[in-house]
C-alpha cells in the first residue's frame, strides 16, 4: 500500500550539472503533478502529467527544465545546468483523475535540491 | 488571478483549546476547497474537502466551513493536542481546475 515515493529525498549539484528527481505515483494513479516548494513560501505548481503526456506545463521554466511520465517507469523532473536558485524542495503528487470533482493529490515527501 | 491568503504568523493555542485557521481567496468562488496538513520535511497530507453548497464539513475533531459571501473558509480543531502542531494548507482550483495553494499557517499547540 505504497504511498507516492521520491527519490532522492536529498539531492546535491553544483552548478552546471544535471538534477533528476524521480517519482513513483500511488498504485493505479496515472495523473502526476510537480509543484515547487521555497521556505515561507507556498507550493508553486510546475506541471501536469499523464501517462507519456504532458497535459499542463505552464509553471515550468521554458529552459533548462523538463519532465515526463513514461508508460514504464517513474516521472522524470529534470533540471539542466542547475543554478543557486534552483535549490528548493520539490514535491511530486498523484491522484486518481482529474477534473472537477475535487479529488485529493496525494503527495510525497518531496527531494531537497541544493546546489552548491 | 485567483488568489488565497492564509495568516503567515504563527498561530499558539493551548492543548485542548480549539484551533481556528482562516483561508481567504479574492475573486470567484471555486467549486470546492481543500484543507492539507504539511509536517517539517514531509509533503503535505489531504484532510478535507468542502464543496460550494456545502456550509460545513467535519471528520473527527476537524470543521471545515466554507462562506461564498464572506470568500472565506474557516478550519477548526476541537481539544487540540500537541500532536495537531504543523502547517494547515489551503487549497482550491483556479479556472482552469489547476488546484491552487495558500502558503499555509503554522500551528502551535501548546502542552
Known amino acids: 500500500n505504497a504511498g507516492v515515493m521520491q527519490n532522492p529525498r536529498h539531492l546535491v549539484r553544483r552548478r552546471g550539472q544535471e538534477a533528476r528527481l524521480r517519482c513513483s505515483p500511488m498504485?493505479?494513479?496515472?495523473?502526476v503533478y510537480w509543484y515547487r516548494q521555497l521556505p515561507e513560501e507556498g507550493l508553486k505548481f510546475m506541471v501536469y502529467?499523464?501517462?507519456?503526456?504532458?497535459?499542463?506545463e505552464s509553471g515550468m521554466p521554458k529552459e533548462r527544465f523538463s519532465a515526463e511520465f513514461p508508460k514504464e517507469g517513474p516521472s522524470i523532473l529534470r533540471i539542466q545546468q542547475v543554478v543557486r536558485g534552483d535549490s528548493a524542495a520539490y514535491f511530486c503528487?498523484?491522484?486518481?483523475?482529474?477534473?472537477?470533482?475535487?479529488?485529493?493529490?496525494?503527495f510525497g515527501d518531496g527531494t531537497r535540491l541544493s546546489i552548491l | 488571478s485567483q488568489k488565497i491568503e492564509q495568516n503567515s504568523e504563527a498561530l499558539n493555542i493551548q492543548e485542548g483549546k480549539t484551533a481556528t485557521l482562516t483561508c481567504n481567496y479574492t475573486n470567484y468562488s471555486p467549486a470546492y476547497l481543500q484543507w492539507y496538513r504539511q509536517d517539517p520535511g514531509r509533503g503535505p497530507v489531504f484532510l478535507l474537502l468542502i464543496r460550494e453548497n456545502e456550509k460545513e464539513k467535519r471528520k473527527e475533531r476537524l470543521k471545515v466551513t466554507f462562506d461564498t459571501t464572506l470568500k472565506q473558509s474557516l478550519f477548526h480543531i476541537t481539544a487540540s493536542q500537541p500532536a495537531d502542531s504543523a502547517t494547515y494548507l489551503c487549497a482550491l482550483p483556479n479556472r482552469d481546475d489547476k488546484i491552487i495553494f495558500g502558503k499555509g499557517t503554522r500551528l502551535h499547540i501548546l502542552p
Open positions: 503528487a498523484s491522484s486518481l483523475y482529474q477534473g472537477r470533482e475535487g479529488q485529493p493529490q496525494h
Open positions: 498504485k493505479g494513479h496515472s495523473h
Open positions: 502529467l499523464q501517462k507519456e503526456n504532458i497535459i499542463d
